[in-house]
């Protein structure tokens, strides 16, 4: 494959898109359906099992592994948002709402909140 230009925002929104087509599609012929077909509870636990893999490499120092963890990890997520009704652009707003902020009083006040 040539490398692209594209951003990480670019690929995901691509990815958001073709998860969302494979909605309909059987689950016999696409994995994407299958796990959508599977609900929230089918999607989030594939999604914990490759945020564990992807932790696993980050702390065995494996950049290889990681980069290929972080991609499958985003996958997942996604497929889960879609699984959710989550829409990437939701995602977007609450980390712009969160720029500029203090990760520490971010989490504080969803706690107050």
Do not use: W
Request: aromatic fraction near 4%; hydrophobic fraction near 45%; charged fraction near 25%.
């Amino acid at each position: 494959m040539a490398p692209t230009n594209d951003t990480l925002g670019d690929v995901l929104a691509r990815l958001f898109q073709t998860i969302e087509a494979r909605r309909g599609d059987s689950a016999e012929k696409s994995y994407t359906a299958a796990l959508l077909a599977g609900g929230n509870v089918r999607c989030a636990k594939k999604f914990g099992e490759e945020a564990v893999e992807a932790a696993v490499a980050g702390a065995m120092g494996d950049r290889l592994a990681l980069t290929a963890e972080a991609a499958d990890v985003l996958y997942h997520l996604m497929v889960l948002m879609a699984s959710a009704g989550v829409a990437p652009d939701a995602v977007a707003a609450a980390l712009s709402q969160r720029e500029g902020q203090s990760g520490h009083a971010e989490k504080a006040a969803r706690k107050d909140g």
